[in-house]
């Protein structure tokens, strides 16, 4: 599964809403047993989720939009096929959570490549449930370090770290990817999947929980004032830097 929504892949509604449907198919789709997500933006896995979708918005657009995002989550995390990412980008904050929602993550050995939950350098929060994604695959210490700092770790510490299981040179990530493939469908696909629920599901739950009290907490959370000054800013800068 190749993504592509230029120039960066930010994770829009519409985007979201297009995985989402490609996902569904692939699930029901019983001829296939696992996919491979990268990116088909040079330098890009996924720039995150989108801010414009959570910037000047109203409440009802955020809420939709949130509804979205842990769909996909969801769907990620838990899906009955083999999940590997083939990291060929940066992949800040949403797109970090998506690598982290596969089963096996190889990254592409560029020290541009950064992975990380930088939540806080917009002046924002990981919601809980990316946080507990980081903890389950770093740790507590590393994951308490990593959101406060908002740490986007390159290749050799994202290695070091354990947020990615393989750095690779740029060029074999796709080989790489398929090789890792065969060997987790060499396993019978009844018993990784029900050993993946086992592992993933009290993680899901804590989500499916509180789904609705989540939507809402995002949508008073991005909606007072002090935040959307701080996306304006954040967005700012991003223009300033290009110009
Ligand atoms: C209680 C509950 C608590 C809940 C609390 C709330 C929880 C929210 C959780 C948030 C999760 C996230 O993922 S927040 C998103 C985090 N993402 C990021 O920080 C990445 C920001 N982007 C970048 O750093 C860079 O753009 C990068 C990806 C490296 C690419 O750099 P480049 O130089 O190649 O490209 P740029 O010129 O910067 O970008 C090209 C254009 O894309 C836009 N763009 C870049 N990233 C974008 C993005 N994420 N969303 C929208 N637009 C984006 C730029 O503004 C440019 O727009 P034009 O100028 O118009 O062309």
């Given amino acids: 599964m190749k993504m592509r929504n230029p120039p ?3 994770l829009s509604l519409e985007f979201l809403t297009e ?5 569904e198919k692939l699930e029901n789709d019983k001829t296939f047993r696992g996919i491979i997500i990268t990116s088909d933006c040079p330098g890009i896995f996924s720039a995150g989720l989108d801010l414009l979708e959570m910037y000047g918005r109203d409440p009802a657009h955020c809420a939709e939009y949130w509804k979205a995002v842990q769909e996909l989550w969801l769907r990620v995390y838990l899906s009955n096929l083999v999940v590997i990412g083939a990291i060929n980008g940066i992949s800040p904050a949403g797109g970090c959570l998506l690598s982290l929602s596969c089963d ?3 990254l592409a050995n560029n020290p541009k490549y950064a992975i990380g939950l930088n939540e806080t350098l917009l002046g924002i929060i ?6 507990d994604v980081l903890v389950n695959t770093i740790g507590h210490r590393a994951a308490e370090r990593a959101l406060q700092l908002g740490f986007l770790f390159p290749p050799s510490d994202a290695l070091q770290v354990g947020i990615v299981d393989q750095v690779v040179p740029e060029d074999q990530v796709q080989s790489t990817a398929r090789s890792v493939m065969a060997q987790w469908l060499a396993i019978p696909d009844h018993a990784r999947q029900l050993t993946k629920n086992l592992v993933r599901k009290p993680t899901a739950d804590r989500l499916l929980q509180q789904r609705d009290a989540d939507i809402q907490n995002f949508v008073r959370f991005i909606s007072r004032d002090s935040i959307q000054k701080s996306l304006h800013v954040y967005l700012e800068k991003l223009k300033q ?3």
């Fill in 8 to 10: 960066v892949n930010s």
């Fill in 126 to 131: 990981a919601p809980f449930w990316f946080k």
């Fill in 104 to 106: 096996y993550r190889v």
């Fill in 19 to 23: 995985l989402l449907i490609s996902l």
């Fill in 241 to 243: 830097k290009k110009g």
